[in-house]
T-cell receptor, first 115, second 110 residues
C-alpha cells in the first residue's frame, strides 16, 4: 500500500535554529499538507499546498514557517527560527485532489524537540 | 472548529464489536462524516467516510442516522491493535482541511 514517508523520525534542535522537515508524498498525489500535534493536544492543520503554492494556511503558519516542493518527490516544511513551543509531532499528508471525497494519507510523523 | 461530539473514552472486549458514537447535529447537507484513528502518536489513519447512506469497507462500518445528526462507527471484531483514539470529523466545505477534535480513546481489553 502506498505510503507517505517522513524523515527524520525525531529531530532535536536548539532554540533559534532552522529546521527542515522532509516528506515524500504518494507519487500520484497532487495536494500536500502539514499538520502538527503538540504533546497531549489536538492534531492541528498548518498548511495545504498545490501546484507549487500555498492554497490554505492556518493562523499557526506564520512567517517563521515555509513550505517547498524542491523537486518532483519531496515536500518540505521549514521553521526558520525555532521556539520552544514549536516542539511537537509534525505530520505530512497527501491526497489526489483537494477536497477529495476520500481521506488523506498521513505519514508517521517527525517528532521535533526544541531545547 | 470541530462540529462533532464524542465520548472521551470507551472500552471494548477483544473479539466483540466496538460501537463508537458521534453527534454532529449541525451538519450541513453537503458535508460528509469522516472517521480517522490515531494509534499511539502515529499519523492519523483514514478509516471510512459517508454522506447519507451506511458504508462498509474492510476496516469498519459507518451507520448514519436518517436525519444525519449522528453516526456510529462499528469495528465488527475488535482486536488489541484497534486500541487508538478515534476521531469523527465533519468535513468543512469552505476549505480542504480536516479539523480534529479530542476524539474517543478506545481501549480493547483482552
Amino acid at each position: 500500500e502506498p505510503e507517505v514517508t517522513q524523515t527524520p523520525s525525531h529531530q532535536v534542535t536548539q532554540m533559534g535554529q532552522e529546521v527542515i522537515l522532509r516528506c515524500v508524498p504518494i507519487s500520484n498525489h497532487l495536494y500536500f499538507y502539514w499538520y502538527r500535534q503538540i504533546l497531549g493536544q489536538k492534531v492541528e492543520f498548518l498548511v495545504s499546498f498545490y501546484n507549487n503554492e500555498i492554497s490554505e494556511k492556518s493562523e499557526i503558519f506564520d512567517d517563521q514557517f515555509s513550505v517547498e516542493r524542491p523537486d518532483g518527490s519531496n515536500f518540505t516544511l521549514k521553521i526558520r527560527s525555532t521556539k520552544l513551543e514549536d516542539s511537537a509531532m509534525y505530520f505530512c499528508a497527501s491526497s489526489e485532489e483537494a477536497r477529495s471525497i476520500g481521506g488523506y494519507t498521513f505519514g508517521s510523523g517527525t517528532r521535533l524537540t526544541v531545547v | 472548529d470541530a462540529k462533532t461530539t464524542q465520548p472521551p473514552s470507551m472500552d471494548c472486549a477483544e473479539g466483540r464489536a466496538a460501537n463508537l458514537p458521534c453527534n454532529h447535529s449541525t451538519i450541513s447537507g453537503n458535508e460528509y462524516v469522516y472517521w480517522y484513528r490515531q494509534i499511539h502518536s502515529q499519523g492519523p489513519q483514514y478509516i471510512i467516510h459517508g454522506l447519507k447512506n451506511n458504508e462498509t469497507n474492510e476496516m469498519a462500518s459507518l451507520i448514519i442516522t436518517e436525519d444525519r445528526k449522528s453516526s456510529t462507527l462499528i469495528l465488527p471484531h475488535a482486536t488489541l491493535r484497534d486500541t487508538a483514539v478515534y476521531y469523527c470529523i465533519v468535513r468543512q466545505n469552505t476549505g480542504n482541511q480536516f479539523y480534529f477534535g479530542t476524539g474517543t480513546s478506545l481501549t480493547v481489553i483482552p
